[in-house]
């Protein structure tokens, strides 16, 4: 994926106006979301900065369309995005990563439950936290 953020963006002020100006981007991109998805669980996202970016994204999406406008598909794309963070969780890739990317993680899992529980999704708990 196009937009691999490197850890300049820290101290680089030009750099963080252009992160700023494509991560802006992405959220108005109606697949923008879309490709952040995607981005994590084919692990081409791998940098943790990456992925937060990119699950801001996503924190986006779920806040302001994915309760009106999502489909099934899309719904499915979200619980593939929380079972590839609960499969990293088990093989232990998870406990190495920084607490700000388990924590907006946790984040989407909440907004993801709140939306779809238990309408869309009545068996949230079991699938997410017996099954994994």
Known sequence: MQGD??????T??????????????LKQDPNGWRNCVQGI???SAL???NQFLFLQVIESYLRS?????STEGEQ?????????WLERVQSGH?????????????????LVYVVDFPSRWPGFFKEVFLNN
């Open 5 to 10: 953020i490197s850890s300049s963006v820290l």
């Open 12 to 25: 680089d002020p030009t750099q963080q106006a252009r992160v700023y100006e494509y991560l802006e981007r």
């Open 41 to 43: 669980v084919d692990g």
């Open 47 to 49: 940098e943790a900065h």
């Open 65 to 69: 369309q994915y309760q009106s406008t």
């Open 76 to 84: 499915q794309m979200m619980r593939a995005l929380m079972s590839n």
């Open 94 to 110: 998870v406990s190495a990563e920084p607490v700000y990317l388990k924590n907006k993680m946790a984040l989407i899992f909440s």
